[in-house]
């Protein structure tokens, strides 16, 4: 799963690598972006492909109640085409998710403890979840009229884990190479089996591991000091 990420980049640069219109709802820079949070996501909007500002956690347009996305906020791959939370946004609400790097935990035998990791790009460019994006159009009143603005959410896809990331845990989001965004964000692609041929395992190359101090584990942390390499005294076990 990916339950906690970095997002740190300033939104031009995030634009800028993306090729993509810079948001016009500015984010505050976070090393421990945490679900419900609100975080940038990359869409193709007719011709143009931008960055918009989205809750992190899918409500579908359905749901009586948002809270519904603090348990959406991961979705994963083998069964997005056949859930129906899911199958809408796969064939016409794909976005890409830009990440500095995100964070996992491992399990340590003998220990209830688990020691955080910080995953990242060896050379330090973002990376690009593969996710799935809804509008959510607001409560009803009484007469059945809705209130309140429009929800934009967001859900990032899982897959199995490279050979990196299998050293400390069973699941890892979906990043996607540059080669792959024109199609994956294509809102005129609906062919799930081929967007499917997408949804795997990143090249261990593009994934590195890094030892992280269990501030981490608090979400009120938001500091750059968070992906610092834990020291001997930092470590767990």
């Not at 421990?32 to 011709?47: C, R």
């Not at 964000?185 to 890094?210: F, I, Q, W």
């Amino acid at each position: 799963m990916c339950g906690r990420f970095v997002s740190a980049s300033p939104p031009d640069e995030i634009a800028n690598y993306f090729d993509a219109a810079a948001p016009e709802a500015l984010l505050e820079p976070s090393y421990n972006v945490a679900p419900t949070n609100d975080v940038y996501g990359v869409l193709q909007d007719g011709e143009v492909r931008r960055v918009d500002a989205f809750h992190w956690g899918l409500v579908p347009s359905w749901a009586k109640d948002p809270k519904v996305g603090s348990r959406m906020i991961n979705a994963r791959a083998e069964t997005l085409a056949t859930k129906n939370a899911y199958k809408p946004a796969l064939k016409r609400r794909r976005c890409l998710i830009p990440a500095d790097g995100f964070y996992e935990w491992k399990k340590l035998p003998g220990d209830k403890r688990k020691q955080p990791y910080f995953v990242h790009r060896p050379d330090g460019e973002p990376f690009a979840f593969a996710g799935l994006w809804e509008v959510w159009p607001g409560p009803k009143d009484a007469k059945g009229e809705r209130t309140g603005e429009p929800l934009r959410s967001c859900t990032i896809i899982t897959t199995t884990p490279n050979e990196v990331m299998s050293e400390i845990h069973d699941r890892m989001p979906v990043i996607l190479p540059p080669s792959a965004w024109d199609e994956w964000l294509d809102p005129a692609n609906d062919d799930l089996d081929t967007l499917g041929k997408l949804l795997v395992p990143a090249p261990p190359g593009v994934t590195e591991l890094r030892a992280v101090s269990t501030q981490v584990n608090s979400v009120r942390n938001k500091g750059a000091e968070l992906i610092d390499p834990a020291s001997p005294d930092e470590l767990v076990g």
